[in-house]
DNA sequence: TCGATCTGCTTGCAAGTGCAAGCGGCTTGC
DNA sequence: GCAAGCCGCTTGCACTTGCAAGCAGATCGA
């Protein structure tokens, strides 16, 4: 399977890992231990010099407790509006595990985010998309 | 020859996959042919002589039209009781409007407050580190 | 009966994952 | 000084994924 990769989803792994594993303020060896994936093959990973499996994948998730989706979409073997082409206000309100006031909340600040990101109406540019490490 | 597999989940796909792909009437080479996938190693996958990865899963989800997460917790590479929380996160990842930072951070607050309104604390994983603000 | 064309299966082999062992560099304590 | 303890990184190798090529059997029309 030669085609993968569209802009750069496998550094973005790595990217994405390593901010997070930092934020835990974990060093390798401690992550390694959490997740039973060995050191070296982390900080290969994290370099973007290795595709990690999903299994690996779900060990990280766990033990960096984020959710294992985000990083399959990170790591280009999920697609996120495949299923999720809901919005966000609907998915939020059918949720199960939310109280009615968090619920409020969350969509508070949802709307609140996208008046934030949203672009200005009067310049005509569109840039929607953005770099920012 | 089998080696890993706790609790059968390499069959698991192989038995799901062949039920799906018979559903959809499809021969091992049709489906091989839409999928990109090359016939002898959806043989193998199906019989559960071999564990595809979580690309070829895609593939096969795509195809068959069904939902690349319930191949995934058939293989094993996702929790099921995961499954709950899908479709809020996929919604974010998914929303145009919002900036990569917007939608970690609302990720964030949907974690905490679903961590907050969890009816009780599984004693499953241990917890490593807590950080909260 | 032969050939064409399906069905699924078996077999090497290239490419990639993941790890044990070991490297050099940096801090601490003796 | 110099051992002990971290940190991340490099290398060589076992094992796996996934494919091209080819196999045997079934079913069709000529």
New interface residues.
């Given amino acids: 399977?030669a085609k993968?990769d569209v802009g750069g989803t496998v550094g973005s792994v790595g990217d994405y890992l390593l901010e997070q594993r930092r934020q835990?303020?974990?060093s390798l060896r401690q992550l390694a231990d959490?997740t039973g994936v060995s050191n070296p093959y982390l900080s290969q990973v994290e370099r973007g010099l290795r595709r990690p499996?999903?299994?690996v994948?779900?060990q990280l998730a766990?033990?960096l407790?984020v959710?294992?989706?985000?990083l399959?979409?990170r790591?280009g073997?999920?697609?996120?509006?495949?299923?999720?082409?809901?919005?966000?206000e609907?998915?939020?309100l059918?949720?199960?595990?939310?109280?009615e006031r968090?619920k409020q909340?969350?969509l508070d600040?949802?709307a609140s985010?996208?008046r934030?990101?949203?672009p200005e109406p009067k310049t005509s540019t569109d840039p929607?998309e953005?770099e920012?490490a």
Wanted: aromatic share 6%; charged share 25%.
């Fill in positions: 399977m993968l835990a303020k974990l959490l499996s999903a299994e994948l779900q766990k033990a407790r959710s294992a989706e985000t399959y979409v790591a073997i999920l697609d996120p509006d495949e299923d999720g082409s809901r919005s966000v609907l998915a939020v059918a949720d199960p595990s939310l109280s968090h909340a969350l600040i949802y985010f996208r934030e990101d949203a929607p953005e920012l």
